[in-house]
């Protein structure tokens, strides 16, 4: 049985930093993409940010690029997402996900295609 699991989030003020992690368990994990995806109240889930199997490619949305920062440990199936200078907008629940990959092709940003997924954490940027 695959899971992921979450931890870290929290309530933050604007310009504070924030690292979530994610344990995969049940799967080889360096066979898999793996992402962050967000949903703030009332909207729709939006992709965050996406990392290859080897962790060498990594893909971030506009909004989040040049701040936040995906990364894997393979050996302990951990992904990590570092936020820094976060904002207000960046307040939602942060979920991480899972795709197998074969290791060609671009790395996919559609939420759809993600076949597991964590338990969501919530983070609140204050103003």
């Known amino acids: 049985q695959v899971q992921l699991v979450q931890s870290g989030g929290g309530l933050v003020q604007t310009g504070d930093s924030l690292r979530l992690s994610c344990v995969g368990s049940?799967?080889?994990?360096?066979?898999?993409?793996v992402a962050w995806f967000r949903q703030a109240p009332g909207k729709e889930r939006e992709f965050v940010s996406a990392?290859?199997?080897?962790?060498?490619?990594?893909d971030y949305s506009d909004s989040v690029k040049g701040r936040f920062a995906i990364s894997r440990v393979n050996a302990k199936n951990t992904m990590y997402l570092q936020m820094n200078s976060l904002k207000p907008e960046d307040t939602a629940d942060y979920f991480c996900?899972?795709?197998?990959?074969?290791?060609?092709?671009?790395?996919?940003?559609?939420?759809?295609?993600?076949?597991?997924w964590g338990q969501g954490t919530q983070v609140i940027v204050s103003s």
């Open positions: 049940g799967l080889i994990f360096n066979n898999y993409v």
């Open positions: 996900a899972a795709i197998y990959s074969s290791g060609s092709g671009p790395m996919t940003r559609d939420k759809r295609n993600y076949a597991y």
């Open positions: 990392i290859s199997r080897s962790g060498v490619i990594t």
